[in-house]
């Protein structure tokens, strides 16, 4: 009986084939519209969560500041510098080390300057730097975006003001060493710093992946590759010396080892919502309840939830507009066969004084109905698709993520309005009186 009625229903169809595209019209545009913004939805989360990954999912921020209600103007701001002891960080990694993977401190002091090899002529074998004090943890918690590709990090007795070993890039190597990585390590250069005037030797132990080129300039319309800077990691206190040196110089007073922030990346499997709130209360609780120092905790996890949970209702409120469409082709649907039924109402009352029964009839018409909608759905999520894919690749620029269950989602509701919407039409057809049927012209 079922094959009979598709039979029947592709035949109708086949009779009147412009009206019925233009039943399904409004289907495949619903359908193509669903598909269409919630692959495009999909993949600009997907496309966000990895550019929001590089800078550590799993990280936290932390700091503390002085927080200041200017009731005293004769405070004396130089006695109220805030910081972390290097007690509170050892007790706190004691702490909760079961959820703690590393910690990265950096220095206050950041320069620049240029790479140089000794015995080699300065204007032409060079590479341009910025020199960043680090602690071996550093490297733990910015794994994301620092790969060691030959050589080591900073070791335990490397951490020190006298310890000048450092890190390059191979961007570095490119320039100084013809991209040999092998020759490099083991190998001094000088850092010539340009806003000291200070010029000393460190020791290459290890070269990373250059991953950001966001330094790079033009230089007449073209690209130096050779001028692009990158970053040289030095021990932290190496470069706190350093540069509390050069300021004091300078006649202004600077700190050595003075920690005012710091990042730590949590275990994999930890809460990093959770656990930021939790330290945020513990770091706090290490400074007297008079205090005016206030600790901060951030992270990425935290903003990357609030950005998807933003994306994801604006992806739904543009959805609900596109379902709309759909809506306007169910009823266009139960319009159309509502005029079918009126043509054939003959063929009914024909069929019925034959002994058809009405759940006969009704199952006839909902299968013609159900069929308009299920081609006008796959040919919507055929569109659909392809439009996904086209705004993802050729507008947007990212990695097109489709998910399956909206596409079985879709041909679920393609298959519901034609139920629905076919019932009300169908079921009038049931309810004919078969002489009265027989009279109609």
């Not at 989360?45 to 200041?68: L, T, W």
């Not at 570095?172 to 340009?194: E, P, Q, R, W, Y």
């Not at 706190?240 to 003075?258: F, H, P, V």
């Not at 609900?320 to 319009?335: D, F, K, P, R, T």
Request: charged residues 20%; glycine residues 8%.
């Amino acid at each position: 009986m079922l094959m009979e009625n598709i039979r029947l229903a592709f035949l109708s169809m086949a009779a009147n084939k412009l009206r019925t595209f233009l039943t399904m019209l409004g289907i495949i545009i619903g359908i193509a519209s669903v598909i269409a913004i919630m692959t495009v939805g999909n993949s600009q989360m997907a496309e966000n969560r990895k550019q929001n990954s590089m800078f550590g999912i799993n990280n936290v921020s932390v700091y503390v500041y002085f927080q200041d209600d200017g009731s005293d103007p004769n405070i004396d701001y130089s006695k109220h510098i805030p910081e972390f002891k290097k007690e509170v960080l050892s007790d706190m990694c004691s702490t909760y080390a079961d959820k703690i993977e590393g910690i990265a401190v950096t220095s206050d002091f950041y320069f620049s300057g240029k790479a140089l090899l000794s015995g080699k002529d300065p204007d032409k074998v060079y590479a341009n730097i910025s020199v960043s004090g680090v602690n071996p943890g550093y490297f733990t918690v910015n794994n994301s975006t620092i790969t060691l590709k030959k050589g080591r990090i900073f070791g335990a007795r490397e951490t020190g003001e006298d310890s000048y070993v450092c890190l390059v890039s191979d961007m570095l190597v490119n320039n100084l060493f013809d991209g040999d990585m092998d020759k490099a390590v083991g190998k001094k250069i000088t850092l010539s710093l340009t806003d000291t005037g200070t010029a000393n030797d460190y020791t290459i132990i290890g070269v990373y992946s250059s991953s950001d080129y966001s330094q790079m300039f033009s230089q007449g319309g073209v690209t130096n590759m050779k001028d692009i800077q990158s970053t040289v990691y030095v021990p932290y206190l190496n470069l706190q010396a350093q540069g509390k040196a050069y300021y004091e110089s300078q006649g202004i007073q600077a700190s050595t080892g003075r920690i005012q922030y710091f990042d730590l990346r949590c275990k994999t499997g930890t809460d990093v919502v959770a656990f930021s709130t939790e330290l945020q209360n513990y770091l706090q609780s290490q400074f007297d309840a008079d205090s005016k120092f206030v600790v901060n905790c951030y992270n990425n996890a935290e903003w990357i939830q609030q950005e998807e949970a933003n994306m994801k209702k604006q992806t739904m409120t543009i959805t609900m507009i596109g379902a709309i469409a759909l809506l306007v082709g169910g009823i266009g649907v139960m319009n159309i066969m509502t005029v079918s039924i009126t043509e054939r109402t003959r063929e009914i009352g024909t069929r019925k004084a034959l002994g058809a029964k009405n759940r006969e009839i009704r199952a006839q018409f909902i299968t013609e109905a159900v069929i308009i909608s299920i081609l006008g759905g796959v040919i919507g999520m055929v569109a659909g698709i392809i439009t996904g894919v086209v705004i993802c690749t050729l507008v947007q620029h990212i990695g097109v993520v489709m998910d399956p269950k909206t596409i079985l989602l879709s041909f679920g509701l393609t298959f519901a309005v034609g139920v629905f919407f076919g019932y009300y039409p169908a079921n009038k057809a049931a309810k004919m009186d078969p002489i009265e049927a027989l009279r109609y012209e």
